[in-house]
């Protein structure tokens, strides 16, 4: 339950920092139309990163086509694979159009998530996803970009666990944030919802 409440209140605070920037560009664009960033411009941006199989990734990797980032970590109890499946799910209704978009896993944990523990990980999931790392820059910077919340939270014994942002991210083929993708239907509606951005 504590977890649950934490990510809530994850989940209310990137909703309320979202809904801030909407608001700072209603405002600024009520007084300069034709001279602002629109909101999705705030979210996401360029990348460096390292897939799990060693390949540097960027986001002009992703350039013409929709896709999908959630960050989190593979030691994540819960959230992390849950929302991997929905999305394996999904991309398994996709079928072979599953090439057309992208699914990025990135981890906020790069000290334990190096890119062969992400190759692992993944081996369960659908083999279209692309899990990034880097090093904790790198990590550091697009985080911000996509304004996640992560937290390393000590659970004993030098262990630890992972406070972080539970959204996935849907990009347009230009690489600008659309919305939320809400994963909580069914694999065929969020497929056809994705197929939208194609
Ligand atoms: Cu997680």
């Given at each position: 339950?504590?977890?649950?409440?934490?990510?809530?209140?994850?989940v209310?605070?990137?909703?309320?920092?979202?809904?801030?920037?909407?608001?700072?560009?209603?405002?600024?664009?009520?007084?300069?139309?034709?001279?602002?960033?629109?909101?999705?411009?705030?979210?996401?941006?360029?990348?460096?990163?390292?897939?799990?199989?060693?390949?540097?990734?960027?986001?002009?990797?992703?350039?013409?086509?929709?896709?999908?980032?959630?960050f989190?970590?593979?030691?994540?109890?819960?959230?992390?694979?849950?929302t991997?499946?929905?999305?394996?799910?999904?991309?398994?209704?996709?079928?072979?159009?599953?090439?057309r978009?992208?699914?990025?896993?990135?981890?906020?944990?790069?000290?334990r998530?190096?890119?062969?523990?992400?190759?692992?990980?993944?081996?369960?999931?659908?083999p279209?996803l692309?899990?990034?790392?880097?090093?904790?820059?790198?990590?550091?910077?697009?985080?911000?970009?996509?304004r996640?919340?992560?937290?390393?939270?000590?659970?004993?014994?030098g262990?630890?666990?992972?406070?972080?942002?539970?959204?996935?991210?849907?990009?347009?083929?230009?690489?600008?944030?659309v919305?939320?993708?809400?994963l909580?239907?069914?694999?065929?509606?969020?497929?056809?919802?994705?197929?939208?951005?194609?």
């Amino acid at each position: 339950m504590v977890v649950r409440a934490r990510l809530v209140l994850i989940v209310a605070a990137f909703v309320a920092g979202l809904l801030s920037v909407f608001a700072v560009v209603v405002i600024v664009s009520g007084r300069e139309p034709g001279a602002v960033a629109t909101p999705a411009a705030a979210i996401g941006g360029p990348f460096r990163l390292i897939d799990q199989n060693g390949r540097t990734v960027t986001e002009d990797d992703f350039k013409g086509r929709p896709f999908l980032v959630f960050f989190g970590y593979t030691h994540c109890p819960d959230v992390c694979p849950t929302t991997l499946f929905d999305i394996s799910e999904m991309l398994g209704k996709l079928g072979p159009d599953a090439e057309r978009v992208g699914a990025l896993f990135i981890t906020v944990d790069p000290e334990r998530d190096t890119p062969e523990q992400l190759k692992d990980y993944l081996s369960s999931f659908n083999p279209r996803l692309t899990g990034l790392t880097g090093d904790p820059a790198a990590i550091e910077a697009v985080a911000r970009e996509y304004r996640v919340y992560a937290k390393k939270v000590p659970t004993g014994n030098g262990e630890y666990a992972m406070d972080h942002t539970a959204l996935t991210y849907l990009m347009n083929k230009d690489g600008r944030f659309v919305a939320p993708f809400n994963l909580k239907r069914t694999p065929e509606d969020a497929a056809a919802d994705l197929r939208r951005y194609f």
